[in-house]
């Protein structure tokens, strides 16, 4: 069980933002990632598809015998995190909850801004998530759904992503938030633009960063952690073209992807 990888999945290459931080956190564990890039984005998608996409999903990766699963992106945990884990026997955790966390634990004047895609804002899990550990805390929510098109086409800086951010932010800087979720496993690369709109005061939460953690702390909740020091192994898998995967996975990983396997599910679009 210890020596099989972990499962992490995104709508696209924004999950591999969570899998660099798996990577830096737990270096010895294997990893396999699946980008679901033909059905890219999960963003306008509605509820009952994200359901589809991620048990089609959480199957293929059983089928693969990993031993425990991170759904790396915040539409599909969102809309199916709590039917997956209900469904499946084997450990899947999401990206939300460990995002909601860090955010009420550093918020000084209780008031905390979250941007996502339409299907993560619509259905508040941040909001839900945020409220389940502090009821008191102020949520303030702003549907982004322009970014992360921008990343997966590698434009994270530049005059006209940073109109469109300012945009954005204009009503969650009114609203005198102190922290700011970056909803979207995405959104990391933007931190930087981000940063400098928003204010040096104001604090980004990661949910990339914050599941990782998660991910450390449940392997070794259930004495699961990889303890054999041999170079772990990592396997990229695209569900589309893995030309565009290969350009701009390894700026999303922090370190050089050398191979990306194509693979199928279902028909593209469904």
């Given amino acids: 069980m210890n020596d099989k990888p972990i499962g992490i999945f995104d709508s696209g290459i924004g999950g591999l933002t969570v899998a660099g931080e798996v990577m830096r956190q737990l270096p010895n564990e ?3 990632y699946f980008g679901d890039t033909a059905r890219f ?3 306008p ?4 598809e994200l359901k589809k996409f991620v048990f089609q999903i ?3 990766l059983r089928g693969e015998e990993v031993k425990f699963i991170v759904i790396a992106c915040n539409s599909a945990s969102s809309a199916a995190l709590e039917v997956a884990q209900e469904h499946f026997y084997i450990p899947i955790i999401g990206v939300v909850e460990s995002g909601a966390r860090a955010a009420v634990q550093v918020t000084r004047n209780r008031r905390i801004g979250v941007i996502g895609t339409k299907a993560t804002i619509l259905s508040s899990a941040y909001v839900k998530a945020v409220h389940a550990f502090d009821a008191g805390v102020k949520v303030f929510q ?5 970014l992360a098109d921008f990343v997966e086409k590698g434009e994270v800086v530049g005059k006209e992503i940073e109109r469109i951010i300012k945009g954005y932010l204009k009503t969650l800087i009114e609203d005198d938030i102190d922290t700011l979720i970056l909803g979207c496993t995405h959104y990391p690369l ?3 633009t981000i940063q400098k709109i928003i204010g040096k005061e104001a604090v980004l939460i990661s949910s990339a960063e914050e599941a990782a953690k998660e991910v450390g702390e449940m392997l070794t909740r259930k004495g699961h952690k990889r303890k054999i020091n041999e170079a772990p192994n990592y396997r990229f898998i695209s569900s589309g073209d893995k030309s565009k995967f290969l350009e701009l996975g390894s700026r999303f ?3 050089e992807i050398k191979n990306v396997e194509e693979i199928k599910l279902g028909q593209e679009g469904n």
Avoid: D, W
């Fill in 253 to 255: 990983l922090g370190r």
């Fill in 58 to 60: 959480v199957e293929f």
């Fill in 190 to 192: 933007l931190s930087a």
């Fill in 30 to 32: 294997n990893i396999i």
């Fill in 41 to 43: 984005p999960y963003g």
């Fill in 45 to 48: 998608r509605s509820a009952e």
């Fill in 142 to 146: 702003q549907v982004t759904p322009e």
